[in-house]
């Protein structure tokens, strides 16, 4: 194995459904990782990071034992695992890979199980078991919890179990496999973690606060974009309310020279919403805004 940098932070980033939507998350945040699909070690244009690609079921065990100083994960696969890491930062993305899903348990449209308390002596098949075993037996209620290695949906349809605990976003896969959700269990979102030694070096939890900074403006960024405009002094006030942004619009005078008639001109600057914005600029037109552009954003902090 490479030999560690006194000034190398070893960073896990997630195989699998969460792998791309990282990648290029990284990427709006200022750092190129390339070879993800042919290495287990991708390089990085950053001497001081060492990536790692790794199972995000498995992440929390490697962050934890110091395998690695740093990783992305679901909330889930850390409390499947009772890692005792550092939560960095909750990273909420608009992308799919990225949006919040829910752990649910399931059961088959006409099945007596009706809430929890119904599963009283059954069985359940689920990835997540040490989690479901906890959840039950917190409730007092005896199940029979087996590891499922796929195709979780079916064997609730097929009554191969009573009931599953499986992960969704919308509810429509578990719908279309004619069950039904009968209590939601688990909320779950990417998260930043850290080893809780690493978290204590200070040049290593410098490195990780820059990362979770840029991750979280390159998530503030998503579905926003800037937009600028040259407006007149007699139609600032009416323009300036009809944008929204974080705080208040950025109004600059332009060059004297550019005064057209003895009237001053303006540029005004913000950030906003991506959907606002095809609405907006008919508006702006109309109110007296010339020479708009519209740009992407990477980061907003």
Not at 128 to 154: D, H, L, Q
Not at 160 to 164: C, E, G, S, Y
Not at 196 to 213: A, G, M, T
């Given at each position: 194995m490479k030999e560690q940098?006194?000034?190398?932070?070893?960073?896990g980033i997630p195989k699998g459904s969460l792998q791309q939507a990282t990648v290029e998350l990284f990427k709006k945040s200022g750092w190129k990782i390339a070879g993800t699909d042919r290495s287990y070690f991708p390089s990085v244009d950053d001497k001081s990071?060492?990536?790692?690609?790794?199972?995000?079921?498995?992440?929390?065990?490697?962050?934890?034992?110091?395998?690695?100083?740093?990783?992305?994960?679901?909330?889930?696969?850390?409390e499947e695992n009772g890692s005792d890491v550092r939560l960095v930062a909750e990273l909420v993305y608009a992308k799919a890979?990225?949006?919040?899903?829910?752990?649910?348990?399931?059961?088959p449209q006409d099945s007596p199980i009706k809430k929890l308390e119904d599963l009283k002596g059954r069985?359940?098949?689920?990835?997540?078991?040490?989690?479901?075993?906890?959840?039950?037996?917190?409730?007092?209620?005896?199940?029979?919890?087996?590891?499922?290695?796929?195709?979780?949906?079916?064997?609730a349809a097929e009554g191969?179990?009573?009931?599953?605990v499986e992960v969704t976003e919308t509810g429509g896969t578990i719908r279309a496999h004619g069950l039904r959700i009968v209590a939601e269990l688990l909320e779950s979102s990417p998260q930043l973690i850290a080893n809780?030694?690493?978290?204590?070096?200070?040049?290593?939890?410098?490195?990780?606060?820059?990362?979770?900074?840029?991750?979280?403006?390159?998530l503030s960024a998503e579905n926003k974009v800037g937009i600028k405009m040259n407006?007149?002094?007699?139609?600032?006030?009416?323009?300036?309310?009809?944008?929204?942004?974080?705080?208040?619009?950025?109004v600059s005078p332009l060059?004297?020279?550019?005064?057209?008639?003895?009237?001053?001109?303006?540029?005004?600057?913000?950030?906003?919403?991506e959907d606002v914005v095809r609405d907006l600029i008919p508006k702006l037109i109309q109110n007296g805004a010339v020479g708009i552009i519209e740009y992407p954003l990477n980061k907003v902090i």
């Open positions: 940098s006194a000034k190398e932070l070893k960073l990071l060492r990536c790692s690609i790794v199972r995000a079921q498995e992440m929390s065990r490697y962050v934890e034992s110091g395998s690695l100083d740093a990783g992305i994960t679901g909330k889930d696969w850390i890979s990225f949006r919040p899903v829910r752990w649910v348990v399931a059961a069985r359940i098949a689920t990835e997540m078991v040490n989690f479901t075993r906890r959840y039950f037996s917190e409730r007092k209620i005896p199940v029979e919890v087996e590891f499922s290695w796929g195709a979780t949906e079916a064997k191969l179990v009573d009931a599953i809780k030694k690493s978290w204590e070096n200070s040049w290593k939890r410098e490195k990780i606060e820059q990362i979770r900074l840029l991750l979280q403006g390159a407006v007149a002094e007699p139609n600032i006030d009416k323009i300036v309310r009809l944008i929204p942004s974080i705080t208040a619009p950025t060059y004297p020279t550019a005064a057209l008639h003895g009237v001053k001109w303006f540029s005004v600057e913000s950030v906003i919403s």
